[in-house]
Structures are given as C-alpha cells and as structure tokens.
C-alpha cells in the first residue's frame, strides 16, 4: 500500500514557474513508475509526464522543454518543474505510483495549478 500526497499547487501568471512535489509513504525504490497525471474541467486525466525507476523520463507533446520530472528514491518523493507556464496547464495535478505487472495503480488526491493570462 502506497499513500501520495502532492504540494505546490497555487495560482500563478503565465510564464511564471512552479515546483510540485509529492511525498510517498514508505519506499518508491522498487515502484517502477512513478508519474504525474493532470486534469482540467471538462477534459480526460491526463499523462503529463513518468519516470520510471533508473530515471528514464517521458512527457506529453504538449510540456516538453518546459516541464521536468525527477524522482529522488532515498526521499521517497517525486517532483515536476514546471516553467513557462501558460493558461492551458491550468488543472488538477496527481500524483501517481504504478507497478504494472501487479495491476497496482496508486493515486494522490491532487493539488490545484491555475495560471491566468
């Protein structure tokens, strides 16, 4: 059983930068993705951005180069930069931990992002 819970969401204005991060219970060495998903009104959850466990990344079209996902195992945390921001990554953001091979899929409960034009 794996407990998230995400930080540093807030409000900012567009090209401004925010750095969320999502504190893990217990250990996420063995987890071998860890990922940030979003989801804004009226829209599917999305993939933003994962990073599986020896650190190879990927993100959606949408946040590359401006969004950076890293994961530091010995805190048991995961976090993603995010730089220029713009209207459009205005959304909830989760974090999540998943063991495919088991059928595990672990959710936070989300932290708000709204950057205004």
């Known amino acids: 059983q794996v407990q998230l819970v995400e930080s540093g969401g807030g409000l900012v204005q567009a090209g401004g930068s925010l750095r969320l991060s999502c504190a893990a219970s217990?250990?996420?060495?063995?987890?071998?993705?860890m990922g940030w998903y979003r989801q804004a009104p009226g829209k599917q959850r999305e993939l933003v951005a994962n990073?599986?466990?020896?650190?190879?990344?990927n993100y959606a079209g949408s946040v590359k180069g401006r969004f950076t996902i890293s994961r530091d195992n010995a805190k048991n945390a995961v976090y993603l930069q995010m730089n220029s921001l713009k209207p459009e990554d205005s959304a909830v953001y989760y974090c999540?931990?998943?063991?495919?091979?088991?059928?595990?899929?672990?959710w936070g409960k989300g932290t708000l992002v709204t950057v205004s034009s």
């Open positions: 999540s931990a998943e063991r495919p091979g088991y059928g595990m899929y672990y």
């Open positions: 217990g250990s996420i060495a063995s987890i071998n993705i």
């Open positions: 990073i599986y466990r020896f650190g190879t990344t």
